[in-house]
């Protein structure tokens, strides 16, 4: 996911020199990652726009005293986290009174769960995962902020954990009980969800006054775990997906244009806040207004590539029975009368779409692998030009030397040669086959349900490439799988 680290370094670089175009690019990349990690921590309240702007402003102003550039992401990250602590910390301080406790309450058009599920056009068990959320303690809302951006690929876990200011052991430890938290969320909105309803859970939620909270998911969850209709109903006949590879791939949720472009006309009126003066302000949200606009297109899941088959030629037309006649020549310039059209047109030559390429054997097998990862629920594997690469040159180099393993005769692993053809990794995995004829015999081959098929359907794996080389013990398949280490 952050392939571009180069291209945010020369615009931190940039900005810092005082580069109007740089700083611009910086917030338009950004601004949708902060909204999310906000949006997500308050539950769409009405300070999130706040808070937002004043993330983006002071890691604008905060530029010159950034050590190193390439870690802008994290870097931001971590001021937006600042921002949510200080407005719990203000929130406990300072209890408002009366009908004032009004201001502290989420803003109905601003529901983040309800956003992710209607502008990420959720449905199914993301849909459920979405709504789950909603019934998380309140200390777990930070954390699920910066993990769910971690499970969709936008995070690395250093910088989840640099987010939250916690070792990785500790982020590992907190990770695991909001993540039982959350499966037990699933369960109950499943639960909720069935019809006709359970009479034993209908009866326990007499008193229940419709919103979710920590203890009437304790609640629920008490009764499921004595309910076998409840809990067949919250599994349901296929089990329930990792949570993880429901959530890798779904994009960020984009900011409203509307929402910036209203926020930027009240801070026209706004008292200066330290160095945060109103036209800067306003200045900020409304470069945010402008890339907010093409969000809402390029932010939402993308959907699986789909190959179009080449055209296929029509036959030319019968040649007529009758002679044609031949057209008249054409006049010159000079002549004032036009010559007798034709009663015969020759017709012109049709237009023909190239054919599209067809795919190589790798290829295929990567298609192949993606049906599965999709109806696990995995973000589709891309090809990696590198893996590719490595994938033939190993291929090659076991048809050549006669041997057929993950080791070569030096002793070197998958991680090795991954790393000789330039791919920076955190995670990788190869699947090697001998004897397939084609690719879909190949991936039928690794589908044993045995290693070879976790790797294959591992949510973790981004990138990919494949290769074959014929040989005489039958053609050698090698599958390299990796993700990026940032």
């Not at 190869?430 to 790797?455: C, F, I, R, Y």
Request: aromatic fraction near 4%; charged fraction near 25%; include cysteine.
């Amino acid at each position: 996911m952050h392939s571009d680290e180069r291209r945010t370094t020369a615009l931190v670089e940039a900005a810092r020199a005082g580069d109007a175009q740089a700083r611009d690019e910086l917030v338009r990349g950004y601004l949708p990652l902060v909204h999310n990690v906000v949006g997500r921590a308050l539950d769409g309240h009405a300070d999130t726009d706040d808070i937002v702007q004043e993330t983006m402003v002071r890691a604008l102003d905060g530029l010159p005293g950034l050590r190193d550039p390439a870690r802008f992401r994290s870097w931001i990250v971590a001021i937006a986290m600042n921002g949510i602590r200080r407005r719990w910390h203000e929130k406990r301080r300072a209890p408002l009174p009366g009908l004032d406790r009004a201001a502290d309450l989420a803003d109905p058009a601003g529901d983040f769960t309800e956003l992710t599920i209607l502008r990420l056009r959720l449905s199914g068990q993301r849909r459920d995962v979405a709504r789950a959320t909603r019934w998380l303690d309140d200390e777990d809302r930070e954390l699920l902020s910066l993990w769910w951006l971690e499970a969709a690929g936008e995070l690395t876990r250093a910088e989840l954990a640099e987010g939250l200011d916690l070792s990785p052991q500790h982020t590992a430890v907190r990770v695991q009980r909001m993540k039982e938290r959350l499966e037990t969320g699933r369960a109950v909105v499943r639960a909720l969800d069935a019809e006709p309803p359970c009479p034993g859970l209908a009866d326990s939620l007499t008193s229940w006054d419709g919103r979710p909270s920590p203890l009437w998911r304790k609640r629920i969850a008490r009764h499921l775990r004595t309910c076998a209709a409840c809990t067949g109903q919250a599994t349901g006949s296929r089990g329930l997906a990792p949570v993880e590879g429901l959530l890798v791939g779904i994009g960020l949720v984009p900011p409203l244009a509307a929402a910036a472009a209203r926020h930027g006309a009240e801070t026209l009126a706004a008292e200066p806040v330290g160095r945060w003066t109103p036209i800067r302000r306003a200045g900020l949200v409304g470069a945010a207004t402008v890339v907010v606009l093409g969000a809402l297109a390029v932010l939402v899941p993308r959907q699986a590539e789909v190959r179009v088959a080449p055209d296929v030629p029509r036959a030319a037309p019968p040649a007529p029975t009758t002679p044609a006649t031949t057209p008249a020549p054409r006049p010159s310039r000079a002549a004032t009368v036009a010559a007798p059209a034709p009663t015969t047109r020759t017709p012109a030559p049709r237009r023909t779409t190239p054919p599209a390429p067809v795919p190589t054997p790798g290829e295929q097998v990567t298609a192949e692998v993606n049906r599965l990862r999709a109806a696990k629920g995995c973000a589709p594997l891309r090809t990696d030009p590198r893996l590719v690469a490595a994938a033939r040159a190993y291929a090659r180099d076991m048809v050549a030397r006669g041997y057929y393993a993950h080791s070569s005769p030096e002793g070197d692993f998958a991680d090795a040669r991954i790393t000789a053809a330039g791919y920076d990794w955190s995670a990788w995995a190869e699947n090697l086959a001998q004897g397939a004829k084609d690719p879909e015999t190949v991936v039928d081959d690794w589908t044993d349900g045995s290693m070879h098929e976790e790797n294959m359907l591992d949510c973790r794996y981004r990138d990919t490439g494949v290769a074959s080389a014929p040989g005489p013990g039958g053609t050698i398949w090698v599958q390299k799988l990796a993700a990026p280490a940032s």
